[in-house]
């Protein structure tokens, strides 16, 4: 990753104001997986005019420095957002469809554990199945222990694998 590489994104304009050198962007780029908005400085009146705030375009944005920690130094330069960017030019008018973000091999990282030993994942999963049994519970159904605790793992299996222990194509 270097100064001056030109990318092509699937950018939602945010909001747009006009500065005194230009008009501010806050674009959402799903591609840097970030819940803050990356804002693009000094865009000329003329390309801002034909961007509206809630359209999806393919900009192509250039990247310009890294970011810098408060001791100055530089931040990971291997997340996009860590980067301030330039806009080079629209690639294409809006789009319909916002692009799903390319997935970045070696960024993804497993479920972090608390300090309690649990991931979130399991207690997500658990609290279902607590919910679950309590449903069945107010519908006169007995509930064991065990049988949260099973249920608890088919929920914990979903989540990891988007589908239930046993389930065929087509059910639910």
């Known amino acids: 990753m270097t100064t001056g590489e030109k990318l092509t994104f699937n950018c939602v304009v945010k909001s747009k104001a006009e500065e005194a050198d230009g008009y501010k962007l806050e674009l959402d780029i799903a591609q ?19 961007l509206e705030i809630g359209n999806s375009y393919q900009l192509v944005l250039e990247r310009q420095n890294p970011k810098r920690n ?33 997935p970045q091999v070696g960024t993804q990282k497993p479920l972090a554990i608390d300090a309690t030993g649990m991931s979130i ?21 007995e509930v064991k222990t065990v049988t949260i605790l099973q249920v608890a793992a088919v929920f914990n299996q979903f989540l ?3 589908k239930a222990p046993g389930a065929k194509e087509g059910d639910l």
């Open 160 to 162: 990891l694998t988007g």
């Open 121 to 141: 994942q399991r207690q997500v999963a658990l609290k279902a199945a607590v919910e679950w049994c309590g449903l069945q519970l107010q519908s006169g159904v």
């Open 70 to 102: 408060q001791d100055g130094s530089d931040k990971d330069p291997s997340k996009l957002y860590n980067w301030w960017w330039g806009l080079d030019s629209v690639a294409s008018g809006p789009v319909s469809q916002v692009l799903p973000p390319e």
């Open 32 to 50: 840097f997986r970030t819940k803050f908005p990356t804002v693009i400085y000094r865009i000329d009146p003329e390309t801002a005019d034909t």
